[in-house]
């Protein structure tokens, strides 16, 4: 079935490196792609969104890619820090009507070593 | 800031139980959810509200149902609670307009079903 995964289930890097989670998707209908991020014991917070026809968006210190060829997403969080230690979803919105409907990865932990 | 709480953090029933799991948020959003999360399966849709009295089945609805009477209020409910419902339960809510992708989520539920 279709379904949002995640290459990586942990990511570890050294605190100000750059680090990069990755994302599959199988869904070519889906209208945007999301990263979110879950602190520890928190909900998960809107990062970033990325609408299908575009390739890369910028926001403060992430970047998102989306490489519609392969069907690859990526997150791209520059000068980690202690604080971007989480668990980042990726999740996509599916076309067909439902545009408040978001279908989530099962995420990949992300820990910042000092 | 956008607010959604969730009326418990932790919560412990017995096999049977009926469990009412309560979510509110105070900036007045047309559209609210529940999800599921388990370890390795990310965040599972479990049912969603686009309006007052207006519900949609998600991705795994079997035995749960829902509730909302009020736009602020949106209630998740277990008839008869059985011990694979054990998991975290996340609310979210987010705004008309648009702005679909950007859910806001409360801190979580997590019940146990003894």
């Known amino acids: 079935g279709e379904s949002v995964g995640l290459h990586l289930p942990t990511l570890s890097v050294q605190e100000g490196d750059n680090s990069i989670i990755n994302c599959a998707y199988s869904?070519?209908?889906?209208?945007?792609f999301i990263w979110y991020k879950q602190e520890s014991g928190k909900g998960p917070q809107f990062i970033i969104d990325?609408?299908?026809?575009?390739d890369k968006r910028q926001g403060q210190r992430v970047t998102v890619l989306l490489n519609k060829t392969v069907k690859h997403l990526s997150l791209q969080i520059a000068a980690t820090q202690p604080g971007d230690s989480a668990v980042y979803f990726c999740?996509?919105?599916?076309?067909?009507?439902?545009?408040?409907?978001?279908?989530f990865g099962k995420g990949t932990l992300l820990t910042v070593n000092p | 800031d956008v607010k959604v709480t969730q009326s418990s953090r932790y919560l412990v029933k017995r096999t049977g139980e009926k469990v009412f799991l309560e979510c509110v948020q105070d900036?007045?959003?047309?559209?609210m959810f529940w999800y599921r999360q388990d370890p390795g399966l990310g965040l599972r849709l479990i049912y969603f509200?686009?309006?007052?009295?207006?519900?949609e089945k998600g991705d795994i609805p079997e035995g749960y149902s829902v509730s909302r009477e009020k736009k602020e209020r949106f209630s998740l409910i277990l008839e008869s609670a059985s011990t694979n419902q054990t998991s975290m339960y996340l609310c979210?809510?987010?705004?008309?307009?648009?702005?679909?992708?950007?859910?806001?989520f409360g801190p979580g539920t997590r019940l146990t079903v003894l």
């Open positions: 979210a809510s987010s705004p008309p307009g648009g702005r679909y992708n950007e859910q806001f």
């Open positions: 869904n070519s209908a889906s209208d945007y």
């Open positions: 990325i609408r299908s026809n575009m």
């Open positions: 999740a996509e919105n599916r076309s067909g009507g439902s545009n408040y409907k978001l279908t």
């Open positions: 900036m007045d959003h047309e559209n």
């Open positions: 509200s686009y309006d007052v009295k207006m519900k």
